[in-house]
């Protein structure tokens, strides 16, 4: 059994701070310890000092990402807070089609997509509305995490019958493919429309050339204290088109006196 240190744990904390925005409070020590245990045993290492040395040497890179992909918490389902895809459904789309009708290019971001429920969903009512001139529209998703371990499953998209229940049967077969008895894989149609990528949103500047119509950032700010949080939401308000949308969790909220963003709804903000 490894134990940290108090100075080995503000070490981890202040690097998870710096490069990832994570805060990892000290009440998280214990969770610490019982993620990374296999690690340093499998590596044997003496010390989590030790561990931190080789992190900080590696070259690769693998060693952080199997740090971030055992300190991350990625829990999410299909139709997580729902009342969110029906405003996009029913408000949101309509409006982004008839104001990018000539365009007809609509750029829609999923930060912090976890393991793909997300960003396959707004696929599938996208699907659904657009209907047979879907194929006129480019409307591909953009989807990230931080998470290697995540994302390798949402490329997959491989899905258990039981977290598809709360799915309209229609989507069940019309978008995925039955593998067994106990789970389903995305059709291509809809995987062909999320493009996934490893994305740190602890980034200095965003690289993106265009600007999003819509970004989904649910849950994930939950991990970062009030000053992270609010530059993300400030770069955020920078790549959003004007008319554009903001989505948050509803565990979370934005200090509107600090952004540009119009409030709409819970968990829903607006760039004027």
């Known amino acids: 059994m490894f134990n940290i240190t108090e100075k080995e744990f503000k070490r981890l904390a202040e690097y998870m701070k710096s490069y990832y925005g994570i805060n990892l409070k000290s009440e998280k020590k214990s969770l610490v310890i019982g993620r990374l245990q296999n690690v340093l045993s499998q590596g044997q290492f003496d010390s989590f000092s030790s561990y931190f040395d080789y992190i900080h040497s590696d070259q690769s890179g693998e060693a952080v990402a ?42 829609i971001w999923s930060a912090g997509c976890s393991s793909g429920e997300e960003p396959y969903t707004l696929a599938m009512i996208m699907a659904d ?30 899905y258990s019958r ?3 229940s709360a799915l309209p049967k229609h989507w069940l ?7 067994n008895d106990r789970e389903y894989i995305i059709s291509d149609i809809i995987k062909k429309e999320v493009i996934f990528r490893k994305f740190n949103l602890n980034t200095m500047d965003f690289p993106f050339k265009k600007k999003f119509h819509v970004i989904f950032c649910r849950n994930v700010m939950i991990y970062f204290d009030s000053e992270t949080k609010r530059q993300l939401v400030n770069k955020f308000y920078e790549i959003t088109e004007p008319g554009g949308y903001l989505f948050i969790g509803h565990s979370e909220s934005i200090n509107r006196g600090e952004t540009g963003y119009k409030y709409i709804m819970p968990a829903l903000y607006r760039k004027e």
């Open 173 to 179: 077969m019309n978008y995925f493919n039955r593998l």
């Open 129 to 158: 509305y657009f209907g047979p001139s879907k194929g006129l529209w480019d409307t591909k998703i953009l989807a990230t995490d931080i998470s290697t371990n995540v994302l390798e499953k949402a490329k997959q998209g491989v």
């Open 162 to 164: 039981e977290s598809l």
């Open 66 to 107: 199997t740090l971030i992909n055992k300190l991350t918490t990625n829990h999410t389902f299909f139709m997580r807070e729902s009342e969110h895809f029906m405003y996009f459904k029913e408000e949101i789309l309509p409006y982004l089609a008839s104001s990018e009708a000539l365009k007809r290019d609509l750029r």
